[in-house]
């Protein structure tokens, strides 16, 4: 399978950003700014207390409507946590999940980002799974083991079946939220071995289907040339998704 082939996708993820009232107007403007431009998917990751307004404003539109985390048991006594039943109920079609936010700030692990995706992919949903290198990893010359142990790890015991959704989210922990972007040489490279250990784990087929996003700042600006890279099928996008020019700037530059 050719680049060409594989679904590109951008999506926004809003973190703790926007009240339902400006997420209603947002996901509005976004919308009228990006119709027509099929040529990639375009998902906006919102709050929890968002998605109800959000998936009203969305409908009949070419947005879709992610939320940006998921507990892995279907219900019970778990004060705060929300369900995969409760999201896809809510008409929300994908879940970020392990972000390095959640990594770093409460305590997500490997093993736990490997149940909430277990958990969504099992409820219906489809599954932006972040993963990426903290600095220091990258200046020890480990970003290639890092990356490839948290592949392994995520996906552990998820059948080849449920890969069509799963979309993998490469995020270099440096670049989020800093201003600074991984090179496309960079984010081509880290792309490629995450292909990579994804064909031996599963087989070709899965891994040339696969979606792989860059994120880490990526912008109107910079958004093109990252794009243009064979391995690196999208962007997940953190600050530039909050204002809908720019983000759908960065849908107009995947629309090659
Ligand atoms: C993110 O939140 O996933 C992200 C990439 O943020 P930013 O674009 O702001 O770096």
Redesign the pocket.
Known sequence: MKKESRKVIIAG?W?MNMTPSAAKSAIAETAALVAGKNGCEVVLCVPFVDIAVAVEAAKGTNVKIGAQNVHFEKKGAFTGEISADMLLESGVEYVIVG?SERRQYFGETDETVNKRTRAALDAGLKVILCLGEVLEERQAGITEEIVSMQTKLDLAGIPAEQMKDVIIAY?PVW???TGLTATPDQAEEVCAIIRRVVCGLYNNDVAEALTIQY????NDANAAELLAKLDVDGG?????SLVPEKFAKIVDAAQA
């Open positions: 993820n973190k972000h995020e670049a989020i939220g994120g880490g700042s990526m997940l996008i953190g600050g530039a």
